[in-house]
């Protein structure tokens, strides 16, 4: 591995875990902690401080990155993070748009805003196309990455039925806001997001298949094999 392998990816992936981090504890400095950490949005940017911190010790010693799993999923998670602002939450054509709230965001919110829903999504878009080695990805992730939307889901529909009626920001999102739309709209909203996850989770896997290697991509995690590595019907 050459020097540049390990620098590149080190300082870049550390830069992403640093907008990560900066984003989570701005929003925290100006509003409710508890209310703050309700947000997928921070549990996501949480995810990819984590883990690209993790990644870029890696490759500054020279290891091999993290299990492609995790760093897959974070992916796809910080992905639709940024999809979902950006389409759905702040697009004026969607019926879930917040766009008039976010258009008084000003200062270190208005920074903090753009870090979290723009640069990380980003950040991690280009160093999976640019600084990780490819065909590490299984179609089985698609469905295991499941568990992380439906875990925030669920604690949000509870934390939900917890609060008071008229609390602010009781549901974190329009589109699982039960008291406005009823469970039976909010599970077929679920289930469309759940879809959405899924569908982009195999497009992740597609492309991973197809990319090229990187050439400042470093060391892949190692896979334990019983069989050879040819891709077959039991990969």
Not at 22 to 47: D, H, K, M, Q, R
Not at 119 to 125: D, I, N
Not at 219 to 225: K, L, M, Y
Request: hydrophobic share 50%; glycine share 8%; net charge positive.
């Amino acid at each position: 591995m050459t020097t540049a392998q390990r620098v590149v990816p080190a300082a870049f992936r550390t830069l992403i875990c640093a907008a990560a981090v900066t984003g989570v504890v701005i929003e925290c400095a100006y509003g409710s902690v508890p209310v703050v950490l309700s947000f997928f949005t921070i549990w996501t940017n949480i995810a990819v401080a984590v883990v690209f911190g993790l990644s870029a010790v890696r490759a500054w010693r020279g290891r091999p990155d993290v299990a492609p799993l995790h760093r897959g999923g974070v992916l796809l998670f910080i992905l639709v993070t940024g999809l979902v602002f950006h389409l759905v939450l702040a697009n004026p054509a969607s019926p879930f748009n917040t766009a008039e709230d976010l258009d008084k965001l000003t200062g270190a919110k208005a920074a903090a805003n753009q870090l979290l829903h723009t640069v990380t999504p980003v950040g991690a878009a280009l160093d999976f196309l640019l600084l990780t080695a490819p065909r590490t990805l299984r179609p089985r992730y698609a469905l295991q990455w499941l568990a992380f939307p439906l875990a925030y889901v669920t604690f949000a529909l509870v934390r939900g039925a917890l609060l008071a009626p008229g609390t602010k920001t009781r549901y974190t999102y329009p589109f699982i806001d039960v008291a406005q739309y009823g469970y039976g709209r909010v599970a077929l909203n679920s289930f469309v997001l759940g879809i959405l996850f899924y569908a982009l989770g195999l497009a992740l896997v597609a492309v991973d298949r197809r990319r090229p290697v990187p050439p400042l991509a470093g060391r892949a995690p190692r896979e334990n094999r019983i069989s050879s590595p040819a891709e077959g019907p039991l990969k």
